[in-house]
Every structure is written in C-alpha cells, then in structure tokens.
C-alpha cells in the first residue's frame, strides 16, 4: 500500500510519500480500497502540529473517507466485499451517547487514517453510503456532515420554522444550511465574502438572510433584526473564543448554541451572566456514533441531498489542498481522489 504520512515531523511540507505491505485483516476487521477522502480543520491541524495534542508518528492522516471492500474477517457479516462504505470517525461507537466513544480509536490520530490508497477498519465502523453519492461527496460524511446532521437533527431536534445561525460556508456549515432546508427551517449564514454567500443563495437561502461579517461587524444586531428581535433558535458556532459572545446576544432565550470549532480563536471573554441571561444551552459537538451516521445516510437518500464539494484533486495533491484550507479558499469540502 501506498500512503501520504507525517513520519518524523509536523507541517504540511512534512508528508512524506510511504509504503507499507498491503494490510490482512483480523477476525472482526475489513480491509477497503479507498476511492476518495475528504478535509476537514482538524486534519489541517494535526498535520500542522497545531491540534490541542499531538498523536505518535508515524501518521497516515484523514479522517473521513470512501472505499471499495475487498477483503474481511473471519466473523464479519455486516458488510461484505464489493460494498461501498465510509468509515465511522469513531471506530467503535456502534450508538447510544458520546459515553460509548472510545477517544483511542479515533481515524486520522491517534490511529491511522484515509491519505493511503487501502485502509483497515473494525467492521463495526464502517457505514455502506448512499448509491447516488460520487466517491468525493460520500467522503464528506463521516465528520463534516455527521457533524452537521448529529447538532441540528439528533441532539437539537431542529423543528420546521426554526432559525438556525451558521458561521462560515466551510464543511460542516454547508451541511448545516442543507439540513436546514431539508427540515424546513430557515438558514441565516455569516460570510466574509461577498461572494460565497452568492453562492450560499443558489442552495436557496434568500439573499435577506446573509449577512457579510466583515462589512457588518456587529452582526448580532442584523441577526436580532432579522428575527424581528426574537434571536435564533440555533447557532452552528464555529468561531469558538472569538464569536461566541456575539452568538449569545443571537441566540433568543432557551435557544441552542452547538460548539463546532475554534476558527476565530480558543479564547475569549464569555459572560456566565449572558448565559444566564438567554438561558443558553450550549452543547459541543462530538461528531456521531454509526447509529447517527445511517439516519442520516437514510435522509440523504430519501432526500436526494447532494454534498458541496468545491474541489476533487489527486490524492498524491494532499499538500496543496492543505494549503487551499489553510488559506480560507473552500466552499464546503475538498476532496481526494485516488
């Protein structure tokens, strides 16, 4: 097997192209053929030696990806070779609550992820994924989508007629307006572009409803006026440290703040007495168990709901898509394919 890992260093000018012998798996393991992964922040972060821990080297990084089973386990029955599947970012949380997760079995650090061209995986993490998916739109599921479709549908209970506030128009924010849509729930999304939130518009979220953050710093406001100053119901909070202040004064009393990511800093002065205030329920994210990953697959089907992958590059182009992230120029996802 051939694989893109970080082996004696951090940085995205670390990869170093590796092979290994081609993986055989144990009793209750699968071994998959991958056909595309996708980015996330996290993988960025990792990579770059910038992620809250640092995992032991080497690493094969990525932590959501799609592939062709060709080979299983002595007592694996729930897939079998010639399935297409995802794996579950959570190797080993089948359902139930985040009490199942096991954090020692997480895809892309601490254990090896998708930047190789075969993967082995518990036969218990991995999820057959929609027909009508490419390669690269099924690889934005595990984390990204998962992510998007655990806060707002599961754990958020996101009702018809809600708002639902999302920050940005990365990966788990595009999500997050799709599943809006698809619940009935209206979507307002903060941009600094002019231009993303143009695209934001053809997904069919009224240009009312966008709300460029740099030209209107103080959104909290445009947000209260365009809830006729009720707030919204949700906020997908991205920013962490650096918005979250700004989300209370959003959010209207009892409504949910679900903690994605820290994009605008890990720190930042957040009064208890805000919360108090809006009686906030703030809730951080935690991705999803496989449970959770076939509702929502089931949606997509059902719904037709294609994921935003703004780019597809080849796999061995992992540091230029790192870069492309790093730099703030995607819409929705970057994908690789192999």
Known sequence: ????????????????????????????????????????????????????????????????????????????????????????????????????????????????????????????????????????????????????WHCLIETGSLQPGETVLVQGTGGVSMFAVQFALMAGARPIVLSSSDAKLERVQTLGVPESDTINYRTTPDWHEAVLARTEGRGVDHIVEVGGGGTLQRSLKALRVGGQIHLVGYLAGREGGVSPLEIFARKAVIRPASVGSRASFEAMNRALAAHGLHPIVDQALPWQNAPEAFRMMEAGKVFGKLALVF
């Open 1 to 148: 097997m051939k694989a893109l890992a970080l082996t004696d260093g951090y940085g995205i000018d670390a990869l170093r192209t590796i092979e290994r012998d081609d993986p055989t798996p144990a009793p209750d393991e699968i071994i998959v053929r991958t056909r595309a992964a996708s980015l996330n922040y996290r993988d960025l972060e990792i990579v770059s030696g910038t992620f809250f821990t640092r995992f032991p080297l080497p690493l094969i990084p990525l932590s959501d990806g799609v592939g062709e089973v060709v080979e299983v386990g002595a007592n694996v029955t729930r897939v079998r070779p010639g399935d297409r599947v995802a794996g579950t970012f959570w190797q080993r949380w089948d359902g139930g609550d985040f009490r199942n997760a096991d954090t020692r079995r997480m895809l892309g650090g601490p254990i090896d992820g998708w930047l190789a061209d075969t993967i082995r995986l518990d036969a218990g993490g991995a999820v057959v994924v929609p027909p009508h998916l490419s390669d690269a739109e099924a690889a934005t599921l595990p984390c990204a989508g998962l992510t998007a």
